[in-house]
């Protein structure tokens, strides 16, 4: 975790994520959780209401602490201290049954998932998991097409916290459109000409009505010349199974349109843009869409609601 601080502080000295990349090897993304996961650490001492015990907090400081504390940053104070304390008593390790790429690896992980987990929607969703993956195992269900719904996006998927626009350290303002207007008004939508970071003026090189303002997470910085945001009016179109119906925002990068089956992409679907995956447009034989999807933002919620979201990210 000695890294965290030191990539905020390059952030705050005109380093940019694709600067530090290539000066420590730390992608972009793998800088936002370090990042964040600082955040999230520090919170765990700060917070009045939820106080935690501060010898607890070496556990995160090794190799793998930075992802655990990632997944904590939804949680409200109480939750936070609740998981973290969870994650410590069970020796939970960052590299679960999502991450594993063998199936008797992801039924070992969703095993051991099953004797922890608490919450009983929790419960549901690795039972579901379990018995697809013992299926797969046996064969059962080898030539049946992936359900959309039940699979994972493969692109950062965030909630957007109350007030954190207001205490982001970076942040970017981004033309936005509706998903009615199409590729002509994606491609006729301003990018961005030059910025001066000691004064915070960025010029676009023509005239636009509406702009979003959003965190400097490292996606969005590195796409930041040419990244657009499409407006969903519900969530529920995009290609994976989302948790409620809820307007989200879809940042993309119009730069990369080339199409590879593991990207998410926009394209235009009679005169509606919309959301697809890289492997079902090659099936379909597109092999250029209009943008390369980097980040899903959805609206807040109030902290009550928080722990009984499916957070899909």
């Given amino acids: ?61 090794s190799y793998g602490g930075p992802n655990l504390l990632y997944e904590l940053r939804f949680l409200n104070a109480r939750q936070r201290a609740n998981a973290a304390r969870h994650a410590i008593d069970y020796r939970l390790e ?13 039924i070992a992980g ?11 929607s929790g419960r549901v969703c690795v039972e579901l998991e379990l018995e697809r993956d013992r299926k797969k195992a046996a064969g059962e269900g080898e030539g049946e097409e992936e359900d959309p719904a039940a699979s994972w996006p493969g692109v950062m998927v965030v909630r957007l916290q109350y007030d954190e626009v207001a205490e982001a350290t970076t942040v970017f303002m981004l033309p936005v459109l509706r998903e009615t207007d199409g590729v002509a008004a994606m491609e006729s939508t301003p990018r961005r000409t030059k910025t001066d970071v000691d004064l915070g003026i960025v010029e676009v090189d023509k005239a636009w009505a509406r702009w979003a303002v959003v965190p400097g997470w490292g996606p969005v910085a590195e796409a930041a010349d040419d990244a657009v945001v499409i407006e969903l009016a519900d969530g529920r179109r995009l290609p994976w199974r989302t948790a409620d119906e809820e307007p989200v925002l879809v940042i993309a990068n119009r730069s990369k349109k080339e199409v590879v ?22 099936e379909q034989g597109i092999a250029v869409a209009a943008a390369e999807v980097v980040i899903i933002v959805r609206p807040p919620k109030d902290e009550d609601d928080m722990i009984s979201d499916e957070e899909w990210d």
């Fill in 1 to 61: 975790m000695s890294t965290c601080p030191l990539i905020s502080l390059l952030s705050l000295d005109d380093f940019i994520p694709s600067s530090i990349q290539e000066t420590t090897g730390i992608l972009g993304v793998e800088q936002n959780c370090l990042v964040v996961a600082s955040q999230v650490r520090d919170s765990l001492l700060n917070d009045k209401v939820a106080v935690f015990p501060p010898d607890l907090l070496p556990y995160f400081d």
């Fill in 94 to 106: 960052p590299k679960g049954s999502w991450e594993a790429i063998d199936v008797e690896d992801r």
């Fill in 110 to 120: 969703l095993e051991r998932a099953l004797q922890v987990v608490e919450t009983e």
């Fill in 261 to 282: 089956e593991q990207g998410i992409y926009i394209f235009e679907k009679e005169g509606r843009l919309v959301v697809e995956r890289g492997k079902k447009l090659a």
